[in-house]
């Protein structure tokens, strides 16, 4: 099946600093979503995505659709405490199928 | 509006035990999703119900399985509970049925299965 790789795994940095995850796999999707969980609850949507190449902010939030359709990346800006929890994208094919990443743990040390 | 509702929240079973957890997606949605998460493994996905019919399906055994209702609730059965059973059940709803405009989740339901 489907499969994304989400790297980094984990990451730890000082509060103000910008991040950056990405997504990529060996298929096509036609949406890429980006989620946030916080711990004890269930995952958010942070940014939805539709066209390879689209670019799209949600306040310090910036999301891209790779031009290959292939893969996506998710950057934060000058990050707060607040955004500390688990960040997930997900892949979704016109098939009616999502799959998730495994993803990437975000710790803020203040 | 109202959003997922999951319930319980919490669940201590044993092994060899059956469970059956619930899920009443946002008002209008069709349809409903179940994921299982666990620590390094990300969510997997388990069913997905659309208007009381399973359209998808993950790779789990036969232990698991799921039914959804008219009023679109969905309720998702594990029989003879194993250890490696235990994890976060979380259900997600979809106003479109296809998910690409995003899933609204639940809070889940945490299994422990001793």
């Known amino acids: 099946g489907q499969q994304l790789n989400q790297s980094p795994q984990s990451m730890f940095i000082q509060e103000g600093e910008d991040v950056s995850m990405n997504c990529t796999s060996s298929s096509i999707f036609n949406t890429w979503l980006w989620y946030k969980q916080d711990p004890g609850e269930g995952p958010v949507l942070l940014i939805a995505?539709?066209?390879?190449?689209e670019l799209t902010s949600n306040g310090r939030l910036t999301a891209q659709f790779g031009i290959t359709r292939k893969d996506s990346f998710l950057n934060i800006s000058a990050s707060i405490p607040s955004d500390v929890g688990i960040y997930f994208c997900a892949g979704h094919t016109n098939a009616g199928k999502s799959t998730f990443g495994d993803g990437t743990t975000l710790t803020v040390k203040p | 509006k109202a959003g997922v509702t999951q319930t319980p929240r919490y669940l201590i079973k044993t092994r060899g035990q059956q469970v059956t957890l619930s899920c009443s997606p946002i008002?209008?949605?069709?349809?409903v999703s179940w994921y299982q998460q666990t620590p390094g493994q990300g969510l997997q996905f388990l069913f997905e119900y659309f208007s009381e019919t399973q359209r998808n399906k993950g790779n789990f055994p036969g232990r698991f399985s799921g039914r959804q209702f008219s009023n679109s609730r969905s309720e998702m059965n594990v029989s003879t509970l194993e250890l490696g059973d235990s994890a976060l059940y979380l259900c997600?709803?979809?106003?479109?049925?296809?998910?690409?405009?995003?899933?609204?989740f639940g809070s889940g339901t945490r299994l422990t299965v001793v």
């Open positions: 997600a709803s979809s106003a479109t049925g296809t998910g690409s405009y995003g899933y609204t």
């Open positions: 995505l539709y066209k390879a190449g």
């Open positions: 008002s209008g949605h069709r349809s």
